[in-house]
């Protein structure tokens, strides 16, 4: 039928036939037709079944490699890759056993230790504002050629990042650096400024002396323009003040000067490249005996035995406003610009503490050496002492700082230098010594009462209650129970240290008035409803 109506227009007249002769020689058969639409759809029908065949194989691999993925989890895996064992079956997810940890360098913190933290945190801020600083922060990471070359041999502590959409970054160090970043790229001319916040170094930790990869610190820093050793002599005082108010002990805050360190090197026949290397090991006294760091400037860093013999004498120096005076009579040291214009700041900045009422909590000591490459001037370290047999030790570092002078102009856009001194308190430290040394339950709440059901039936008069006293700004609480027992309910308030209960009956209820039960004498007294939140605001701490 199709071959007939494509045939019939040319089949007309003979003289048609005649004139669409060669024209019709080229035209298909019926049949021809027909075996062309027969394969056109098996091969339509083909390609659709290729389609599913396909679409098919993708699952299978999909399946596969979730399921390779479940192997590798559980432990379990082909023969060539568990060291000849046979394979295991995988587990199903949701019951494998997992080795749950946390990250190494780091800890959780439960109630208990996060109460001490904020405790510590929350006097440490008070001794910041007392000072008229403020606060600011900057983020978690920084471009990675921001942090390097400014902490000398600890810069490989830092952590690096991945490639993040083009940037190369890495997790800060210290808060000393993002800071100095911050007041150049903002053309900040001066800021006294207190900065708490995490940052991670790539160390080898040690948690019982409170040494993590992620921690805390709080920093204080004065930036600016002013008359010399003004601001350093108040960094001093605010550690001094911090560490008194959170009483961790007996401590002392060590004081030396760049230029004086410096100085002494040059006049001890160190050369002027290997200063910063020289430095990072003089600043490992601390906690390594001098026949040790001795070896390691000899056979490491390359110094002759008489240069480092002559470093000996010097760092084993500590005193007050006695040593300067010897020091600048010393024969070598005086020929020395810098290590004179170091003396004269150290003069004066002792003279300023004894003002402050800090000079006997300070040691002058030219074994502080504080490997950082970016220190420019006076440098502290605060160390808390211990006993052993009647004979002080040192304990821990838990405080540091110093002058930066130059660190600024480095990400200023015209290099413009900002004078900064500032001052890193080592909380987490403190928080190890503090969580050692506590006897006591502490305290996880502010709670101030909780209101109590005498009997059933009491719940809605409670949240009454309870509305009125978070209007009125008092810090409350009670069971999530309808009918909770009096005992239990009393029991809480014992355990979580809780100072008062508003104890709701009936009886009390129909005459307006309510107990207010003292938790820890366990006394009762009636207060009118109406005038509860002020009886009990009378009876708080202020």
Known sequence: MLARRFLRPFVATSACRSSTAPFLQYMPSANHLARVCHAHTNKMAREQQLTQINEEVQKLLALKEKLKQLQ??????????????????????GNRNLSLKT????????????????????????????????TIDTPVFELKEVLTGKYGEDSKLIYDLKDQGGEILALRYDLTVPFARYVGMGNVFNIKRYHIAKVYRRDNPQITRGRYREFFQCDFDIAGTYDPMLPDAECVKVVAEILTELEVGDFVIKLNHRKLLDGMFEACGVPADKFRTACSSVDKLDKTPWEEVRREMIDEKGLTETTVDRIGEYVTLNGGA???DRLAKDEQLSRIKSAMEGLEDMRLLLQYCDILQVADRISFDLSLARGLDYYTGVIYEAVLKGADDGDEIMV???????????LVGMFNPKRKQVPCVGVSIGVERIFSILEAKATAKTRTNETEVYVVSAHKGLHLKRLEILNKLWSAGIK???????????LVQLQHCEEYQIPYAIVLGDGELARGVVK???????????????????EIRKRLPA
Not at 85 to 92: G, K, L, N, S
Not at 106 to 133: C, N, Q, W
Not at 476 to 486: D, G
Request: no cysteine; glycine share 12%; charged share 30%.
């Open 72 to 93: 590798l989890a559980d432990g379990s895996g082909p023969v060539a890759a568990s060291g000849g064992r046979a394979p295991v079956a995988p587990a199903e997810p």
């Open 103 to 134: 990250a190494k360098g780091t800890r959780d913190y439960g109630p208990e230790a996060m109460a001490l933290r904020l405790s510590v945190l929350d006097k440490i801020v008070r001794v910041f504002r007392k000072h008229g600083a403020e």
């Open 322 to 324: 006695e040593l300067v």
């Open 396 to 406: 821990g570092s838990v405080a540091g700082g110093g002058r930066y002078d130059n």
């Open 476 to 486: 409350a609480e009670h069971s999530y129970k309808l009918n909770p027992k009096l």
């Open 516 to 534: 207010l039960r003292e938790i820890v004498s366990r006394k009762e007294e009636e207060i009118p409803l109406d005038a509860l939140a002020g």
